[in-house]
Structure formats: structure tokens, C-alpha cells
């Protein structure tokens, strides 16, 4: 089984994705995708003038801080917006594509964390009433019954809380635990870059092959959301079949093709 997490920057190509995607069913792959919108959610928010504020922890992890207002933009963004147009994509390639949010079926279930601390203009601060929370929990017999009759789930958050709130959640950590569930041994993860690069303002500075074991050595290029990716990476390996982490391009043609045969980077027990 592939797992492929598409990125929610809007160069990103569905098209492009959809087209291997056709091609990966046709070879008999069961594949699961799933999603982000960011680029969309900031938009939407932007024209209904609510502020995405961005929170960092002590840890330098960034984040989105959720409210109640937050949390309706997330939803318009996610679980309306795109994840109904790659499914609509996706149908156009003839692959027979189901869009579900974590919360549909309680697909993902979530640790709810609405209090914690970060960094703010060099102090720390606390915040409350965050509608955030870890993903620890999957429906498998839900992707199953879906996969065995030969749909395509398209995922994405919120994810639904222990408690029954709506949750933001973060999509690095979610697909780790869906390694962990559903016993998936490799995942795609697509971006608006050719791969990891030692130098952001350097294209070609590819770093093509990483270790398991020198994830956290990498972590100094990673910048933004790349920590979360390499972190995330690092918490899928903690299954012990997962096998191999492909990252790359996901606005050029053939973009998982490419990854799949080394074109990016890969994350793997380097043996």
C-alpha cells in the first residue's frame, strides 16, 4: 500500500498527481492520499478578514493557533474546497476517488490539546481554548471496507476529538499514524520543492538520500513546516514496517513516477 501526502501550496499540480495516480491503480496499487490546504485556508481567510495566526512552541515547532473562527475556515478550506476538487480530479482520470475529512466515520480520532505554551516576540506565552489535537487513532476497517471495493480515499483535516470537537491537527503526525495502523510500508510526500535542500535559496542542493538514523542530524535545514515533515518522518519509522520515505516535486510532471524511481529525496534504513 502507497500512502502519498500532497502538500496544500497552490503551485502544487493535481493533474499531474491525478495522471500517476491513474497509473498506479492500473498496476494494481492500493493507494490512500492524503491532503493540505493552506495556501486556500489563507485566502478564504483573507477575503472573510480573520487573521491565521501563527503560534511557534519552545520546541520551534510552528503551528496554527484555532479558534472557533479558524476552525469554520478550516473546514471550508479542507474538507470543502480542495478535497472535493481533487476527488473531482481524480474522477476526470477515472479513478474512482471518496473524499473524507477525519472527521467522516471518525476516520481520525484526536488527543484534544487546547492549552500549552510558545514564543512570542522572544517571551513565552500560554494559550487556551485551541481547537488543535493529535491524530491517534484510525478507522482502518472504514479504509478497508473503501479499499477493498476499490475507491480512493482522499483525507484530510479536521479530525474528530475523543470528546466529539472539531479539531485542527497536523498532517505530518497523521499520516505517521496511519503508517503505524495500517501497516504501510511507503509514503510520498509531495511539495513545492524538487526535495529536501541543504540551501533554500538553492534548487539544485537536493539532498537525496537520508538515513533513518541521521534524520535529526538533517533537522538544521529544515526551515518552517519541513521540521514538521522530518519529524513526522521520524515518527513513521517508529513502525516496523515502514520501509521508505520518497519526497519531492508535486508542480512538475510525472511527480510521484519521479520520486518513486529516486528523483528527490529518500528516507530510508540506508542499508
Known sequence: MLLIKIGGGEKINIDYISQDIRTLIKEGRKVIIVHGASATRDKIAKRLNIQTRTITSPSGIS??????????????????LI???????LQKHNVNAIGLSGVDGRLWEAKRKNSGYFIENEKTMFYKD?????????NVSLLNLLLDNKYVPVICPPAISFENDIVNTDNDFATATM???????????????????RDLNDKSSVIKKIKKSEIDEYMVYAQGRMKKKLLGTKKAFESDLFEKMYCGDGRVKHPIINVLNGKGTTIDYGY
Open 83 to 89: 478535497n472535493k476538487k481533487i476527488v473531482a480530479n
Open 179 to 197: 503508517v503505524r495502523e495500517l501497516k504501510i510500508n511507503e509514503m510520498v510526500v509531495l511539495f513545492e520543492a524538487p526535495g529536501i535542500l
Open 63 to 80: 503551528s496554527v493557533y484555532t479558534d472557533g473562527d479558524a476552525i469554520d475556515v478550516f473546514l471550508m478550506a479542507y474538507a470543502g
Open 130 to 138: 485551541n481547537l488543535t489535537g493529535r491524530v491517534d487513532k484510525i
